[in-house]
């Protein structure tokens, strides 16, 4: 009788699974992340709502085609003095189409010496890849580079 009961609650775990898993896989809505945000909400929780500006100090690069999203090589370099009163004190990378658009944070002191960061960061399709960066001054610069995906990363 032991091994009836076991095998009857083994077929009833295995019909519930199969009646619940297609319903929660055509939802209107996927489930997102803890992380999960549009580009204007990162913006406005790292700037408090304060302007941002493109700037040709904020050199961004990234590949025009990007082979395959899941590696995407992108490099930040920022024209500044980094003395102890102006200085990069943080950069972020956003791809403005990911479900969670911050890719990469980085703080900055004036003991760095430099304001460079390079990383790879997943793209789920073609988008804009963005770099906003905070100076000791309260100024968000920013630049915007397309990045054309033949192969998505996030899938």
Do not use: W, Y
Request: charged share 15%.
């Amino acid at each position: 009788m032991q091994r009836r009961s076991f095998l009857k609650g083994i077929m009833m775990t295995g019909a519930a699974a199969a009646v619940v898993s297609p319903s929660l896989a055509f939802s209107a809505e996927a489930p997102k992340g803890p992380n999960a945000m549009d580009l204007d909400t990162a913006i406005k929780a790292i700037t408090g709502g304060k302007s941002v500006s493109a700037s040709a100090k904020v050199q961004l690069k990234a590949p025009e085609i990007a082979e395959n999203g899941a590696v995407v090589p992108v490099s930040v370099t920022v024209d500044s003095p980094m003395s102890a009163e102006d200085h990069v004190k943080a950069i972020h990378i956003f791809a403005t189409k990911n479900s969670n658009v911050r890719c990469a944070d980085v703080m900055l002191t004036p003991a760095n010496g430099k304001a460079s960061f390079s990383t790879r960061v997943k793209l789920g399709t073609s988008q804009d890849v963005m770099a906003l960066v905070v100076t000791s001054k309260g100024e968000f610069l920013s630049a915007a580079q397309n990045v054309k995906v033949t192969i998505g990363g996030c899938g």
